[in-house]
Structure formats: structure tokens, C-alpha cells
């Protein structure tokens, strides 16, 4: 790797980091910029993942105000993406590369209707439950569980825009909650999809130790810088942000 290509993931990284914290999809950057020079699809994956692990802990840091009271949703969540995540991992190397490749591209598009509808679909299930009487389970209940689970397995196999599709998750089913705490829930959760699929890689894998090192740098700056950033955002804005983001994904996969 020459210094342009460097200075090149390096950059990417800070991208992704800033956009992991804010919404999700930032593999999209650092992902084709390591296979542009020349990675293995493999190696570039695993690369990526691990680097990206610091730029998911900074973005919680960047958060961790909005992550005061949620120590008991984090636990249960929190072992659920964990074994997602591992699962992912273990796919990676018995699946063929492109599996997911038809299908993800779906699964953003309908997680993105679930962010434009959230609103109006929280506003409905609030009044269905002063209807009958009853409350939102406060941590999602099992729906939550499953979702995120499949979800997580699927952010270990690769990981594009799983924060897109894990802010919908929790948006509809922990719709009580302000959006930007749900965010903050969302960059643990990465976090620890991203690190256990690290983690199991590293066994298993073959690292570019240069990607590694730029693209972690890279993201932990810009996993703060993406907290600055994405903690103003109003609600209405960051739901913008959100779909923005997720189309672009949808047509970078198309693309590829």
C-alpha cells in the first residue's frame, strides 16, 4: 500500500465511522476501497470489520448520555447481537460470497418504509394500547429479540447498513422512545456485532494489518465526530439523514 492508498482508507474510514454513528452503512465506504486495491473479498471483509470496531466504541462514547438508563435493555440486546454477530461470522467462511447479495438490497428498502413510517405507526400502537389498557413491553419484548438477531447475523456475515435496518427495528418496537436514544442503543450494538465477528475472524482469517490500523484510526475519529454531528439532529432530521443514506446503499448494491 502506497501513501495515496492511505491517505485513501484512512479517509474512508473517518467517513464511515462519522456515518456508522449517525445511521449505518458506512462499510459501503471502506469496503470497495480495500477491494480497489487490491484485497481479497475475504481479507478485505475481515479487515473492515475489525477496523470499524473502534469507530462503533467511539460513536457509544460520543453517546453515552443518551445511554443513561438503558443498562437492563443493553444486556438482553446486547447478548442477543452477540450471538448474531458470531453466527454471521461462522457464515462468512461456509457460505458463498455473494448470498446476500440479491437480498440486502430488499431489506434496507423495507427498513427504510419502517423509518418513514414510524411516526404514524408509533401514534397508532400508543393508541391501541390506551384502548386496551395496556403498555409497550419496554425493551421490544421477543419480536425485538428475533429481529435484532437475525439482523446481527447478518451484520457478522458483512454488515451493510445493519444500523439502517437496526434503527427501524427499534423504532417501531420501541417506539416510546426519543429517537436519538434508540441511536445510542444502535452504536452498542454494532459494536459488539462488529467485535465478536472480529474476534472469531481472527482465528480463523486472514487481516490486512495496514487497512486494520488506517481504517481504525480513521473511524474512532470520525465515530466522534459523527456523535457531534448526529446528536443536534432533531428527530425529523435524523429520520432524513437515515433515508438518504439507506437509498444510497440500496443503489451502491445495485451498482456493484
Known amino acids: 500500500m502506497n ?131 395496556t403498555t409497550a413491553h419496554p425493551d421490544g419484548g421477543p419480536a425485538l429479540l428475533v429481529g435484532l438477531l437475525l439482523t446481527s447475523v447478518y451484520g457478522g456475515y458483512f454488515g451493510a447498513a445493519q444500523g439502517v435496518i437496526q434503527l427501524s427495528l427499534m423504532g417501531l418496537l420501541l417506539h416510546h422512545e426519543d429517537l436519538q436514544r434508540i441511536n445510542a442503543l444502535k452504536n452498542v450494538l454494532v459494536a459488539i456485532v462488529n467485535g465478536v465477528a472480529a474476534v472469531f475472524f481472527l482465528f480463523v482469517a486472514t487481516f490486512d494489518w495496514a487497512a486494520v490500523a488506517l481504517i481504525a484510526v480513521g473511524s474512532t475519529l470520525g465515530g466522534l465526530l459523527g456523535a457531534r454531528a448526529g446528536r443536534r439532529l432533531p428527530p425529523a432530521a435524523l429520520r432524513a439523514v437515515i433515508v438518504l443514506v439507506g437509498l444510497l446503499a440500496i443503489v451502491k448494491l445495485l451498482l456493484d
Open 3 to 133: 501513501l495515496w492508498e492511505a491517505v485513501a482508507v484512512l479517509a474512508a474510514g473517518v467517513g464511515a465511522g462519522a456515518i456508522n454513528t449517525i445511521v449505518g452503512s458506512g462499510t459501503l465506504l471502506t469496503f470497495p476501497v480495500l477491494l480497489a486495491f487490491g484485497l481479497p473479498p475475504v481479507t478485505a471483509n475481515v479487515s473492515n470489520s475489525l477496523g470499524l470496531v473502534p469507530g462503533s466504541l467511539s460513536g457509544a462514547f460520543g453517546y453515552r448520555r443518551e445511554l443513561a438508563g438503558q443498562r437492563r435493555r443493553l444486556l438482553g440486546l446486547g447478548l442477543t447481537a452477540l450471538i448474531g454477530g458470531l453466527g454471521g461470522a461462522i457464515l462468512l467462511l461456509a457460505l458463498p460470497a455473494k448470498t446476500f447479495q440479491t437480498i440486502v438490497p430488499v431489506l434496507i428498502a423495507l427498513a427504510l418504509v419502517l423509518v418513514i413510517a414510524q411516526p404514524t405507526l408509533a401514534a397508532r400502537l400508543r393508541a391501541r394500547h390506551e384502548r386496551n389498557g
